[in-house]
Nanobody, 125 residues
Framework: DVQLQASGGGLVQTGGSLRLSCAAS????????IGWFRQAPGKEREWVSC????????TYADSVKGRFTIRVDNAKHTVWLQMNSLKPEDTAVYYC??????????????????WGQGTQVTVSS
């Protein structure tokens, strides 16, 4: 079974940093993509970033480009999301998700077939 475990959320002040982790198990070796999404209260789920282990490509939403970095350690089956220069509008529950059916970068949540449980990120002003 595929399992994703997201962690690393917390409370941070504006301008601070957090690093989220997504520990994966049961995924096909070297043939999947990992995406990070977030959802704030009363808002729709928003794509943040994704990385394809299959072809090595990475991409970011415009709202986080230059501030967030996604990094993959395939040997450890872990994907990190380094979040710097955090803003109050980054406050949300962050989810990692795996795409095994179409293992390339995608911002479309329906492409992802496995989801972690979410970790809360709160940025105070």
């Amino acid at each position: 079974d595929v399992q994703l475990q997201a962690s690393g959320g917390g409370l941070v002040q504006t301008g601070g940093s957090l690093r989220l982790s997504c520990a994966a198990s049961g995924l096909p070796v070297d043939d999947y993509a990992i995406g990070w999404f977030r959802q704030a209260p009363g808002k729709e789920r928003e794509w943040v970033s994704c990385a394809s282990i299959t072809d090595g490509r990475k991409t970011y939403a415009d709202s986080v480009k230059g501030r967030f970095t996604i990094r993959v350690d395939n040997a450890k089956h872990t994907v990190w999301l380094q979040m710097n220069s955090l803003k109050p509008e980054d406050t949300a529950v962050y989810y990692c998700a795996a795409n095994t059916r179409y293992p390339y970068i995608s911002s479309w949540h329906v492409d992802y077939d496995y989801w972690g449980q979410g970790t809360q990120v709160t940025v105070s002003s």
